[in-house]
């Protein structure tokens, strides 16, 4: 058979017109081996130009979404970050806020001893 010949020969560059030859010849004899092999060579170019075509614009896509979720994602972070200040500024001030409620406790604890003191005394 011709095509198992073909197939022993090197890969070309566009080899995929070889594997067209070879189905063709092995399906359909060597007429219809003839013409997918023809029309293979004129319409090869722009199926390739169609197919790049098509990727670029799957790609543009995809970079498109990319860009989309990276602008989502800074946004979030934004906000996260801001959530952070606030907190750290929450337990600033929690902290401040427990040591005055423990100086404050103990002069209330202070002022009673003093009123116990004071009303213990005869007047």
């Known amino acids: 058979m011709p095509g198992l010949l073909l197939l022993a ?44 075509q098509g990727a670029v614009v799957v790609q543009s896509g995809v970079i498109d979404d990319l860009r989309e979720q990276i602008d989502s994602l800074r946004t979030r972070l934004s906000e ?10 929450l337990e600033r001030r929690e902290e401040e806020l427990t040591v005055e409620n423990t100086r404050l406790r103990s002069q209330v604890s202070n002022l009673q001893a003093r009123i116990v003191q004071l009303e213990g005394r005869p007047a």
Request: glycine share 12%; aromatic share 4%.
């Open 9 to 52: 020969d090197p890969p070309v560059a566009g080899g995929s017109w070889v594997v067209t030859v070879i189905l063709a010849v092995l399906s359909t004899g060597v007429g219809g081996a003839l013409v997918a092999f023809l029309r293979l060579r004129k319409e090869g170019p722009k199926i390739i130009v169609e197919a790049a």
């Open 80 to 89: 996260a970050d801001a959530l952070q200040r606030r907190v750290r500024e």
